[in-house]
């Protein structure tokens, strides 16, 4: 089954760190770019970052200097390492194609809580 799973999430206070990770199952994944998106409470899902086939990336202006998007295209990962958290940031977090025409069905997923 072709799918993104998201791992990596938690609650750390403002000014911390997180390092999510996306696992693909199936092939295809270097092909394609990989974007970042996020759910905050009652708001829909957003786009967050991505990065292309050739590792160009482009963020969302507010999280752009704090966030860093990668993929190891050999092992069929992607990460979104998060830096300087703030409580707005505060969302589900998602991956998936960085192409909205490409979009496989969501993954489930990991909470991100920022909070003192």
């Known amino acids: 089954q072709v799918q993104f799973v998201e791992s990596g999430g938690g609650l750390v206070q403002p000014g911390g760190s997180l390092r999510l990770s996306c696992t693909f199952s199936g092939s295809g994944f270097s092909v394609y770019p990989l974007g970042w998106y996020r759910q905050a409470p009652g708001k829909e899902r957003e786009f967050v970052a991505s990065i292309s086939s050739t590792g160009v990336t482009n963020y969302k202006p507010s999280v752009r200097n704090r966030f860093s998007v990668s993929r190891d295209n050999a092992k069929n990962m992607g990460y979104l390492q998060m830096n300087n958290l703030k409580p707005e940031d505060t969302a589900v977090y998602y991956c998936?194609?960085?192409?909205?025409?490409?979009?496989?069905?969501w993954g489930q997923g990991t909470q991100g809580t920022i909070s003192s």
């Open positions: 998936n194609r960085g192409n909205r025409n490409l979009w496989l069905p």
